[in-house]
Every structure is written in C-alpha cells, then in structure tokens.
C-alpha cells in the first residue's frame, strides 16, 4: 500500500490557530490527494500570510513576498 501521508513545512507571520491549521491541512488534502501533516513554524518578517513548501514547490502568499514584489516591479518602471 502506498504511503498516503505527507509532511508539509507552513510558515507563518503568526501562530496558526486549531481551526486555521485544520481548514491548511483539507485544502492542501484536496490538492495533493493524500492527508497532509503540517509543520508550522512562525516567522514574524512575514508580516502576514503563509508559505507553504510542498517537495520543491514553495507557495509564498506573504506580505513581504508582496511588497518584494512590488519593489521590483517599481524599478522596472523606473
């Protein structure tokens, strides 16, 4: 039988609440089609948001990937 569980590392501008961990957990389930672990950790310099690694996909819905983004995109304009 194939392993169907998998270890997900969340990174969080703060500590997820039980609620906010379990809702993480089924919609990452939906998406890989196995239950889903989370190792979450808190880093403040996010400011807000998550990232969330998935093997060697990393979905980065922080602020501060925002605003980096943001940055780079204003000296390209000028």
Not at 12 to 41: C, D, I, P
Not at 49 to 69: C, E, N, P, R, Y
């Amino acid at each position: 039988m194939p392993f169907r569980r998998l270890r997900r590392r969340v990174t969080a501008a703060r500590a997820l609440t039980a609620a906010q961990s379990k809702k993480l957990a089924e919609t990452l389930k939906a998406r890989v089609g196995k239950t889903v672990k989370l190792k979450t950790t808190v880093d403040e310099t996010l400011i807000g948001g998550l990232v969330v690694k998935l093997g060697s996909t990393m979905i980065d819905t922080s602020v501060k990937a925002k605003l980096a983004a943001l940055q780079n995109a204003m000296k390209e304009v000028g």
